[in-house]
């Protein structure tokens, strides 16, 4: 199967709240059938806050269960189209809904970025399991900025100072970072399907972080499984894999910046000022004191 096929869309969306949470079109245009979306028992799906390691472990799981089978599905068939993005509809392309009603793999592999109350209800009914990825607050608002600078489906970032405030009050696609991750997170206390992973303990263990997948998902994988694993997605090799790499999608301009940017933890110290770490970290304190979910900003 070859990349998508569609032309590039020169302007950019507008923002604009839904369902309690800043959208664009983009993820609103076919919402009834996103939230009527029939999950089966076996599915898995991938939710995250955007830029906080889908694509990462999308591959990992997309290689855990399929790497070994099919080898022509790993050099021709992009990771976005393995791994349908749940409620996306760029009307070039069939919608996410549509690409996931089509997949031939079992599990089905199925990703979003709604928040946990937007979920359609049919992955809890059945019992599904969940992998959520959180990711840093400050990593995450640099990655998402740069990503917005990139992607001309996404509206237009502002500068660096607009946007830091814009992410602090929630007005980005997808809502804001802080109810994501706590949705999630609170939704873990009583919903047992559901992994908890840290972007932040991916990049300092990938290894541990694969072991601790592997059980969740009642997977036997063996020492040389894993090491082929990652191998194949490590930030390097995704950088120079098409499949993974989003060259293939011509929205995104990496001349202004590539979609695997940095891979790193702490990158955020190249972005704040003095000031506007204050002022963040003011604001943070504020928003997570009620809560047992601790994030690491840096790692030895
Ligand atoms: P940076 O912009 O900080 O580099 P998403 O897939 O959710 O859009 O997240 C993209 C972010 O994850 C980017 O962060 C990208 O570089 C990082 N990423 C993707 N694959 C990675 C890998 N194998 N190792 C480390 N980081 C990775």
């Given at each position: 199967m070859e990349g998508l096929n569609f032309s590039l869309i020169t302007t950019r969306p507008e923002l604009f709240e839904?369902?309690?949470?800043?959208?664009?079109?983009?993820?609103?245009?076919?919402?009834?059938?996103?939230?009527?979306?029939?999950?089966r028992p076996d599915d898995i799906l991938i939710a995250t806050y955007p830029k906080a390691g889908t694509t990462w472990i999308s591959y990992i799981l997309d290689l855990l269960y399929f790497g070994g089978a099919e080898p022509e599905r790993q050099t021709s068939v992009p990771i976005y189209m393995r791994v349908p993005f749940l409620e996306s509809n760029f009307h070039k392309i069939p919608t996410g809904v549509d690409l996931a009603n089509n997949l031939p793999t079992?599990?089905?592999?199925?990703?979003?970025?709604?928040?946990?109350?937007?979920?359609?209800?049919?992955?809890?009914?059945?019992?599904?399991?969940?992998?959520?990825?959180?990711?840093?607050?400050?990593?995450?608002?640099?990655?998402?900025?740069?990503?917005?600078?990139?992607?001309?489906?996404?509206p237009?970032?502002?500068?660096?100072?607009?946007?830091?405030?814009?992410f602090m009050d929630g007005k980005k696609v997808f809502g804001s970072w802080y109810d994501h991750v706590h949705g999630f997170w609170e939704k873990k206390q009583?919903?047992?399907?559901l992994h908890y992973m840290f972007?932040?303990?991916?990049?300092?263990?990938?290894?541990?972080?694969?072991?601790?997948?592997?059980?969740?998902?009642?997977?036997?994988?063996?020492?040389?499984?894993?090491?082929?694993?990652?191998?194949?997605?490590?930030?390097?090799?995704?950088?120079?894999?098409?499949m993974t790499n989003y060259s293939t999608i011509p929205n995104m301009i990496f001349s202004i910046s590539p979609f695997m940017r940095k891979g790193k933890v702490g990158d955020w110290k190249n972005h704040f000022t003095v000031a506007q770490n204050e002022q963040f970290?003011?604001?943070?304190?504020?928003?997570?004191?009620?809560?047992?979910?601790?994030?690491?900003?840096?790692i030895s």
């Open positions: 839904y369902e309690g949470i800043f959208l664009t079109h983009y993820f609103t245009d076919n919402w009834e059938n996103v939230q009527k979306f029939q999950a079992t599990p089905r592999l199925i990703k979003t970025h709604l928040p946990v109350q937007l979920v359609p209800k049919s992955f809890w009914e059945q019992n599904c399991k969940v992998v959520y990825v959180a990711r840093n607050a400050k990593d995450n608002a640099v990655s998402y900025f740069h990503f917005e600078r990139m992607n001309q489906s996404q237009t970032p502002g500068d660096w100072n607009d946007y830091i405030q814009k009583t919903y047992f399907n972007f932040e303990d991916m990049v300092e263990n990938t290894d541990h972080e694969l072991e601790r997948l592997s059980s969740f998902l009642n997977l036997s994988t063996s020492k040389e499984e894993r090491e082929k694993v990652l191998n194949n997605v490590h930030f390097d090799a995704m950088r120079q894999n098409k970290d003011k604001h943070y304190k504020v928003k997570m004191k009620n809560t047992t979910l601790k994030f690491r900003t840096e």
